[in-house]
Each structure stands twice: as C-alpha cells, then as structure tokens.
C-alpha cells in the first residue's frame, strides 16, 4: 500500500505534465492569435513562430521527466515556504506561475551545494540567505514517479549509486540530478574567469566542461550569443559525443571543433594531417624520436619563431620603388620608413596586415596631400630624362609623362595597392620557411634526421599535430583573428595533450575568450607534445590569471578498480583518485601461457560478460598490432568492432581498442589483453600511463590478463 506522501508525490508529477501540456497549449493557440494580429508582416509571424516552436520543442522533450528535484526553500525575513522542482528546464505558465525551475538558475545550485539549515546563493541582485527546509531527489521514468529519497535521510554516494550502476550508454539521462557540489562549484566559476580543473579519470571532466557551457549560454543569454562559444574537443569521438549532449542540455549552436579542424578552417589552405596513431606507436617503441616533435609545442620554439616572423617583418617591403613607366612615385626606403614607423605603435597595428593596409592608406594619403610636390617631382624626372633624347624619343616620353601625370590624377590606387597587397606572405609558405632556416634561430640543438622528415612532409603539404601551434601563430601575426573576436569563452577537453604553446597561440587567438580547461596529467600519453604540469599554462598563458581547480572523486568504476588504478598513480608520484564508495566484484588477473589459452579467456569472459547483460564491452590492447591480431580470431565470433583513429563514434557492443585510443571512452566491462612486464614496461611512464587508461574504463567489471611476469606495479595486487 502506498504511504500518503508517496500518493501526493505521484498527483504533483500528474499535476505537472498536466500544467506542461497546458503550456504547450497556450504556446499553439498564441501561434494562431499571431498569425491574425500580424497578417501581412510574414517576417514578424515567423519570428514568433520560431519562438514559441522552439519553447514547445524543449517541453516536450522534458514531458516524460519534467523535474529530477524539489527544494523547500524559506527566505529570510519570510514566512511562506517556496516548493521548487527542479527541471531540466525552467517552465512558468501564461499567468507567469513558475511549474519549474531550471537547473542552472541561482536558487538551483541551493540542491547541489547546500546542507538543511541556514544557505545562501548568489543572484544578479545580490546574495540571498534563507533556510532549506527539505532536499529531495527523484527517479522519474515515462511520466511514472518510482521513487524518491530525501538527502537528509540517505548518504549522498546512496544517492549516486541508481546512477553509477546503470550501464555505459544510459549514465547520461539523469547526469544534471547528479552533479556534485565540487563540480558545481566548477560549472558555476563566472564567465570572466580562466580556470584550469585538473581530474582523474572519471572524475566527471567532460560533464562538467559540457554542463559549464550550458550554464554559461543560460546564465548570459542576454548578453552573449550561443555561437559566440567554442568547444575544443580531442578527436571527433568527442565532438559526435557533444553534438548530441548539448542539445539535451538545452544549448544549440554553440561551435564544437577539433583543433585541426579550427586550424584547418583558420588557415584556409590545403594540407593533410599526418595519422597520430602510427607517429605514437613508434614514439612507444623510443621514446627520444620525437624529442623535434616535443620542441615544436614549446615556448622555446615561439621564441625562435618569433626572431624570424621579426625578420620577416623587418624586410618585408622589397628593394623595389613604385613606378609607373619608369618614373618613381615612392622609393622603396620611403616606403620601408612609413612601415617601419607602425611597428612603434605595436599595440594598435599588431599585424602584418593590418601595418600594411595602413601603409596603403598613408601613401594614398601623402598623394593626396602632397600632390603638387610629388607632381613637380615627376616632372623633374621627365625633364632629366629627355635632356639628351631626340625629338621622336622625347615625344614618346612625353606621352609617358602625361600618362604618369593621368595615373596620380587619379590617386593611384590600383597601382599601390598591387605593390602592397602581394607582400602579404601565406602562412603555410612562412612556416616551411622557417623550418628550413630554423637551426639559424634556435637556441636548441635540432636533430637534423627529424628536421629533414619535417621538411619532406611540409613540402607534401602533409603536417603534424604539433606544427598546429606555430601555423595559428603565424597565421595570427600575419593576417589577425578578426573572425574570433566575437569568441567569448572557449572550453578545452583532453587538454593534458596540448603543448604550453598550443595554449599560448590559441589565447592569441581568442583575444577576447576566457578559457575553461579540462585534463588530467596522469592520462598524458602524448608526452611528446603534452604539458608536464598545469603551472606552465598559468604562468606563460594566462600571467597567473587563472585558477587551478581539482577533482579527486572518481564516479565511474567501483571502489575494486579503482583502489587497483591507483597502484599506478602511486608508482608515478601522481595525484590518486578518490572513489565513490560503490563496491562491485574484484578486478581478477589471470594468467596464461599460450596464445590458444590466451584466446580461451578471452571468450570466456565475453561470455560472462554477455551473460551479465553488459551493452558494452572492450578489450583493450597495448597498440594496434595486438588489436588487429585479436580482430582476426574475435570478430567472427563476436562481431566485435575494431576501433581505430579513423573511427568517428562508438555506440556500444564489443569492440577491441589500442589503449592510447580508449581514452575518453567508458565501458561496462573491460578486458585488458595482456599487461605483462613486458609489455607495459615500469620503467617507462609513457607504457604506465597507457596501462591506467586501461584501467579506468570499466563502470562494473575488470579482467586483466597477463603472460609470464605481471607488470610491476600491479603485482601488490595479485
């Protein structure tokens, strides 16, 4: 028999989606009322029409689950006592009575921060202090109430559990009811600060960097347009993952690249980005092959680079005059000085452009004003010049003459111009440049094998992640980000994978963005253009105008993985995950001898796992040579998916992964295929940090398999 508050619960969500549908309602009927008081203005009925479609749209989305939380809230000084549901989104009805309340509103985050007693929250009018009477939570599926639980009387990892048990491809339905106060805190930060959150794996990093941005669109909506956001994501796994998050959370239209593909639509010019995945598997097998690699994304390299791009600009007016018919206009040094003196004011023309449309301008302008003394120049010219011609000779001059004469008349526009726009150098040339003169501007010693096979691709119009950052330099101090500006906030996932110049160039880049970054040091396998610590970013990037944030909490696996994962942490000195207290089984190591024996426990855990009702399953190789070795045997089988750096999107089933590809990706079960000594070597931290990838992808169960000698920081384990 149901208890009372349990009916009264069950007649408020009844009550609710009545009330939406009421909305929804009042939102067709004030279609049809518009579409009579503006007949003829087809612009505005559109307009209008777009307006209450969209407010309908999301009401309907959020029909079959309108709230996920109630707050009882009694401001101060107050008697009466508001009850607040808290949606998804927020719905009010035609007389303005609120039904719901946002999840990002101000008096929102008194769920996610506040105790029962005495709170405060910030609003647009100042801080607002009251008592929260009563904190619930709800699981609410198809418009059924299933359940509900009060925070006061259930421990919060209690309440996380329903949530973190569930499978891989269903954790996000209910993410915004189940955001914790330290990644509230973070969602929260205001728009104008820089943070940087440094988060061990499956601490939640790219929920809270997705649900930041919903924030921030809903928070600032008045004064900053969805597109005028950017989200950097690490490869295009991530940007399909996003694409279909956001709109969940009620945001459209805000920008989601990659960053070759922003370099590659900045630069508007033609190259092919060389596969990341066979550059790291050799970078594995020697880890000092990439050392020019590693130089690319450094301050060091922007220091040289500058010396030449300062080369560049110092000669960049030729030893040539304008001239028409051989009578000179302007000399060539006339031309450097008026160019030359624009540097002086640096912070105003700030590009090579720009000082060059400048230049056009001034010399445009000194016709103008100087007319006459730069005719009776000319004339002085023609007077030299048929002082010793004959009389058919000084006529065709003449003619010359009055042909030059015509051209000033007329401003000379086109004439300066042509002079003056070709001097403006293309990026990817500037950069071969470069690369081709670089020992002559480093003050680091270059291995001249990699600088060769740097300059063989470049001239293939085939570059490395690592040449992104200096091509967005480049391309900045030469042409300027005009189509940037507008940028206001950008957020960067995997960001532990960009370079200390990777994140100098792109802050050059958005002049007027704040910056949201999200990584964690310990899943850094591209060390080879990766940051060693967080600190360089603030120092070199931000001035020390950045906060450095942490989250220690993991939420993805059990307490078993985890506590396991941690041996690796450990052994690296690196920041060690906190787990959510879920316990699930033990991680098992097993094991073997031969490759039959190998292939046996493989499908025998499939098997298992299958069995559990898992939706999906990884196994999980060193590189991709193991990979596709096991796809042959498995795939038949199984139809198991091998996935690849090729691969847009994953949506569940098995599938064999390398492990410098599972990064990011999350599974229900897991199966590490051989973490033996030899193959994840502990004294390399490259292979270490390979192997705590591996591991931190479970959500419930890890198998790790092993031949002969177990790798040595897991061996506590056995």
């Not at 709170?119 to 202090?129: H, M, T």
């Not at 293309?426 to 003169?437: C, L, P």
């Amino acid at each position: 028999m149901e208890d009372t508050e349990f009916k009264q619960e069950k007649e408020k969500l009844q009550e609710t989606i009545q009330k939406f549908k009421e909305v929804i309602g009042y939102y067709t009927q004030r279609t049809k009322v518009v579409e009579k008081l503006y007949k003829g203005n087809d612009v505005m009925i559109e307009n209008f029409i777009l307006m209450y479609d969209e407010k309908m749209h999301k009401i309907h989305k959020t029909l079959n689950n309108p709230y996920f939380a109630r707050i009882d809230f009694r401001a101060e000084n107050q008697n009466n006592i508001e009850k607040l549901y808290i949606g998804k989104i927020g719905v009010v009805d035609e007389e303005n009575n609120i039904i719901t309340v946002d999840w990002r509103s101000p008096i929102s985050s008194i769920y996610y921060d506040s105790n029962l007693g005495n709170v405060s929250y910030n609003a647009p009018e100042g801080i607002c202090k009251g008592e929260l009477l009563l904190k619930r939570q709800y699981n609410i599926e198809n418009q059924k109430l299933l359940s509900f639980q009060d925070v006061d009387t259930v421990a919060n990892d209690d309440l996380l559990k329903p949530y973190l048990q569930s499978s891989a491809n269903n954790r996000l339905k209910n993410i915004v009811s189940t955001i914790q106060k330290e990644q509230n805190d973070i969602i929260r930060k205001p728009i104008n600060e820089n943070i940087i959150v440094q988060g061990v794996a499956g601490s939640g990093k790219t929920t809270v960097a997705l649900h930041r941005i919903a924030y921030l669109v809903y928070n600032n909506r008045e004064q900053i347009k969805p597109n005028q956001y950017l989200v950097i994501g690490p490869n295009k796994f991530f940007i399909n993952y996003i694409s279909s998050v956001l709109p969940d959370l009620d945001v459209e239209n805000v920008n989601q690249l990659t960053l070759d593909e922003l370099t590659s639509d900045y630069l508007n010019e033609e190259f092919k980005i060389i596969s990341e995945e066979e550059k790291f598997v050799k970078y594995i097998e020697n880890p000092t092959s990439l050392s020019f690699e590693k130089y690319k994304v450094t301050m060091k390299f922007k220091k040289a680079l500058d010396k030449f791009i300062e080369e560049i600009d110092n000669s960049i007016i030729p030893q040539k005059d304008i001239e028409i018919k051989g009578y000179t206009i302007f000399t060539y040094q006339h031309i450097r000085n008026i160019y030359s003196n624009l540097n002086k004011s640096i912070n105003i023309y700030n590009t090579i452009e720009k000082k060059i449309n400048i230049t056009e301008l001034l010399l445009l302008k000194e016709i103008e004003n100087n007319f006459e003394e730069i005719s009776t120049n000319i004339k002085e010219q023609y007077k030299n010049k048929i002082k010793n011609l004959d009389d058919n000779l000084k006529l065709k001059e003449l003619e010359n003459y009055e042909s030059v004469e015509k051209e000033l008349k007329k401003g000379l526009k086109s004439k300066i111009h042509k002079y003056l726009i070709n001097l403006i150098p293309k990026t990817y040339k500037v950069y071969m440049q470069f690369i081709t003169s670089i020992n002559k501007y480093s003050e680091e010693s270059i291995n001249q094998e990699y600088l060769e096979l740097t300059e063989k691709n470049l001239k293939n119009k085939k570059i490395e992640f690592e040449d992104l950052s200096a091509l967005i330099y480049i391309k900045n101090k030469i042409n300027g980000s005009k189509q940037f500006e507008e940028i206001k906030h950008v957020a960067i996932d995997e960001a532990q994978d960009f370079g200390e110049f990777t994140f100098y160039a792109l802050k050059q880049l958005f002049p007027n963005s704040t910056f949201s970054i999200f990584g964690d040091l310990a899943q850094s396998i591209y060390e080879y253009r990766g940051i060693p610590n967080w600190n360089i970013v603030t120092d070199e990037t931000f001035n020390n105008k950045c906060n450095i944030q942490n989250l220690q909490k993991s939420y993805r696996t059990t307490t078993e993985i985890m506590n396991n994962a941690n041996n690796i942490t450990k052994f690296l000195n690196l920041q060690i995950a906190k787990p959510v207290i879920r316990h699930g089984e033990n991680v098992e190591y097993i094991k073997y001898n031969t490759d039959k024996e190998h292939i046996d426990l493989i499908e025998k855990t499939l098997n298992e796992y299958i069995g559990k009702g898992f939706k999906s399953i990884a196994i999980i190789t060193k590189d991709k040579n193991e990979a596709l070795k096991l796809y042959d045997t498995i795939d038949k089988k199984y139809q198991a998916i091998n996935i690849t750096d090729n691969q847009t999107s994953y949506s569940g089933k098995i599938c064999i992964v390398p492990s410098y590809l599972s990064k990011g990706l999350e599974f229900d079960g897991v199966i590490i295929s051989n973490a033996s000594e030899e193959k994840y070597n502990s004294e390399k931290t490259i292979e270490m940090k390979l192997l705590y990838v591996a591991m931190t992808r479970p959500l419930h169960k890890l198998k790790i398999l092993y031949k002969e000698k177990l790798s040595k920081p897991l061996l506590n384990c056995l």
